[in-house]
């Protein structure tokens, strides 16, 4: 079955490598708590409120600083591991991280009480609190899921092409680079904006519970390189100099495009929760619908679908099964199907929860005037 779905070159490692990659979350997730406490950062105010004092929580944030260092580490070998270990111990590393997430799932639910009568199973998926901090708030679990595991979904996309480079040499597949390449950048992005997550749903709402855990740092940081688990086995499409020009900037465009689409209705909404008043960009206008003391941004972006945003997500994700050039295998739309199925269920959910928060006749007013849930004029 291994071999049929193409990754076997992922079960390939010795007795003792095999127990060493599923340490190596372990090793990583320590190695992270030490960086995010050691090196400088800076506070900044969040959107959720201390309700001990009343005033917006402060994160100290330092992720970008973080991301540029491990990047240097792993690409000078600082640490003697080859670059090629995080790609090739992936299986390995997925296993021990969700037993080890798992245990700090149960640690994080159990040590705090129950506030609402739920099964054993929801309890531990949902959580009990929103926000654990130490340190004197200099740790905040939720930043750091966002910090590991952004800064290992690139590690992880970079060591894959290492470990394709190794494999293929003249024949490897420039796809695959690019993939690597568009995930560095896209990382890098998200770091130089981190105070923008401090608005966003997560940070806002949602509890710690396993969902939060194993999603943060397993999913997001190993498992959104899926299609390279099987991609990275196949070299060059070998296609005519023509069409492989059409092929890496026709994709480069497309993940640019939706990136641009992505980072800036999340930039406007930042911008609109911060300075209510501000125009975005400069040029935009906000107009809103209040409800009570809340406000519901329609305009710009936000005028054009309800969650814009994630229409960007699933043209980068388009881009990414594009990108690898072998357009009929699997692998390559294993990211598109699981971000498009993720963000249409998101959305739903969003739309019933946002009905709660600012009133369902208010929503109603809302949805009149945006009509369309993700993409204009077709959904």
Request: aromatic fraction near 22%; charged fraction near 15%; include cysteine.
């Amino acid at each position: 079955m291994i071999e049929l779905l193409g990754i076997g070159h992922l079960f390939e490692l010795s007795g003792a490598e095999a127990i060493a990659g599923f340490f190596t979350p372990l090793a990583v997730f320590a190695v992270f708590l030490l960086a995010q406490l050691i090196l400088p950062g800076r506070w900044v105010p969040g959107y959720v409120v201390n309700p001990e004092t009343g005033e917006p929580r402060q994160y100290r944030l330092n992720g970008l600083l973080v991301y540029v260092l491990v990047l240097i580490v792993w690409a000078f070998e600082l640490t003697g591991m080859p670059r090629d270990w995080f790609y090739r111990s992936s299986v390995y590393a997925v296993a021990g991280g969700t037993v080890f997430a798992t245990v700090f799932t149960l640690i994080a639910v159990y040590s705090h009480p129950q506030t609402e009568r739920r099964g054993f199973v929801k309890d531990l998926w949902i959580g009990r609190v929103q926000e654990l901090s130490f340190f004197g708030n200099r740790f905040d679990i939720k930043m750091y899921f966002y910090v590991v595991g952004g800064a290992m979904f690139a590690l992880n996309a970079l060591s894959g092409a290492a470990w394709h480079y190794e494999r293929f040499g003249e024949d490897a597949n420039p796809g695959v680079f690019l993939y690597a390449g568009f995930f560095t950048f896209y990382i890098l992005d998200y770091f130089i904006f981190e105070r923008v997550q401090l608005y966003t749903y997560d940070l806002i709402h949602e509890n710690l519970g396993f969902k939060m855990f194993w999603g943060g740092l397993i999913v997001y940081g190993w498992l959104f390189i899926l299609p390279l688990w099987g991609m990275a086995a196949y070299p060059d499409p070998g296609f005519s100099g023509a069409w492989t020009n059409f092929w890496l900037i026709g994709t480069t465009v497309l993940f640019l495009f939706g990136w641009s689409i992505s980072r800036g209705a999340n930039l406007q909404k930042y911008t609109f929760k911060r300075w209510p008043d501000r125009k975005f960009l400069g040029l935009i206008e906000p107009e809103y619908i209040e409800a009570g003391d809340r406000k519901i941004l329609c305009s710009g972006l936000w005028g054009a679908a309800r969650h814009f945003n994630y229409m960007g997500e699933g043209f980068l994700a388009l881009s990414i099964a594009l990108v690898f050039g072998h357009f009929t295998n699997p692998w390559a739309w294993t990211y598109f199907v699981f971000i498009v199925s993720m963000f249409v269920a998101r959305q739903r959910y969003d739309d019933r929860f946002c009905a709660e928060k600012y009133g369902a006749e208010k929503w109603s007013e809302y949805q009149a005037r945006v009509k369309y849930r993700i993409f204009p004029g077709i959904y």
